[in-house]
């Protein structure tokens, strides 16, 4: 179907462990209370770039030619997919340019550039950042690497779901936030592999559907991207990820932004956790599903969160 596989996740596995620890896996009682279910929380909002794409950087980087390493890299990312390529790259002794929408948050431009790449500001969706990205490297003459479409960057991403499954067997459901649904395929990858019971649940805001509506017709649509939060903020859907999300995903929920804003809250008061828009989105999916699982894992898939975010979270805590 294509050149993704389990042995592929096993093999990104060993090249992350050796740059990157095991993230953690708790369950809190005050989420227990509050989502009426045992909930495991999958951190990786405690990754070295605050989240889990440094996984797929860091699995692609150990794959690069010597020339590839020598030409640098370019890819467009509305900033966590950013920080893992510019981390990746500097593992790598690599250059790194990276095309950010003009609409992404600049805490995470700065992080990248923090991490020693350059970062070129253009477009105002992802769709038009990607696209530049393909010309800038092609003109440069270096190595474009596709946000959703890179084998090991989906293998690197399902090594979450590998910790996870290894350690908690007996998940009912898992609920995966989606931007391009790299992380959602590896979750099915794992999945039919180690737990083939347990439920994906992709979840994505329903003010930026392209991964949606991707899924639901299987052909790689797009869809307007109005949606605040950075992580989950694509304008089309990725092709490699949807050829698994569309035969193996159990389910994908939409939600709005200010269930995904209250998740945000929810995660600060009853785990300890500053949760980015996108990080909560999982947890937003588990509050809004009907079909409620008694025992299942959300993915914190990152803590980046801007100073609008956070002031957003007081506000709503200050109300009730
Ligand atoms: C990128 C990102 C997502 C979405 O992941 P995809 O693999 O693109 O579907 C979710 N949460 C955070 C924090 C992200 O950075």
Redesign the pocket.
């Known amino acids: 179907m294509s050149n993704l596989s389990f042995a592929g996740v096993l093999h990104a596995a060993d090249v992350i462990g050796a740059e990157l620890p095991p993230t953690p896996s708790w369950n809190y009682p005050a989420l227990d209370a509050a989502t009426g279910c045992q909930v495991v929380v999958k951190h990786e909002n405690v990754q070295p770039t605050g989240?889990?794409?440094v996984r797929g950087g860091v699995s692609l980087s150990a794959g690069l030619t010597a020339e590839e390493r020598r030409a640098g890299l370019v890819s467009a990312s509305t900033?966590?997919?950013a920080q893992s390529v510019a981390y990746a790259a500097r593992l790598a002794g690599a250059p790194a340019v990276l095309v950010m929408p003009v609409t992404a948050p600049e805490a995470k431009a700065h992080a990248t550039r923090l991490l020693g790449a350059e970062v070129v500001r253009h477009g105002a969706t992802m769709g038009e950042a990607c696209d530049f990205a393909v010309s800038l490297a092609a003109e440069r003459g270096m190595r474009y690497v596709s946000?959703?479409d890179e084998p090991a960057v989906v293998h690197g991403?399902a090594t979450i779901y590998l910790e996870l499954l290894q350690r908690h067997p007996d998940l009912e459901a898992i609920y995966v936030?989606?931007?391009?649904?790299?992380?959602?395929a590896g979750a099915c990858l794992v999945r039919d592999e180690l737990a083939p019971s347990c439920r994906v649940v992709g979840v994505q805001s329903a003010a930026a559907p392209a991964?949606y509506n991707s899924w639901r017709s299987g052909r790689v649509e797009q869809a307007e991207c109005r949606t605040r939060f950075s992580?989950?903020a694509?304008s089309r859907g990725s092709q490699l990820?949807l050829a698994v999300m569309h035969e193996r995903l159990d389910d994908f929920l939409l939600v709005d932004d200010d269930e995904i804003l209250s998740a945000m809250r929810l995660f600060s008061t009853a785990a300890h956790t500053l949760a980015?828009g996108?990080?909560a989105?999982a947890l937003a999916g588990l509050l809004a599903d009907t079909r409620r699982p008694q025992r299942c894992a959300v993915v914190c898939?990152?803590g980046?969160a801007d100073a609008g975010e956070i002031a957003d979270i007081g506000a709503l805590a200050a109300v009730g």
């Open positions: 989240a889990f794409k900033g966590n997919h946000p959703g991403h936030p989606v931007g391009s649904g790299s992380g959602a991964a992580g989950v694509t990820p980015e996108a990080g989105a898939t990152g980046n």
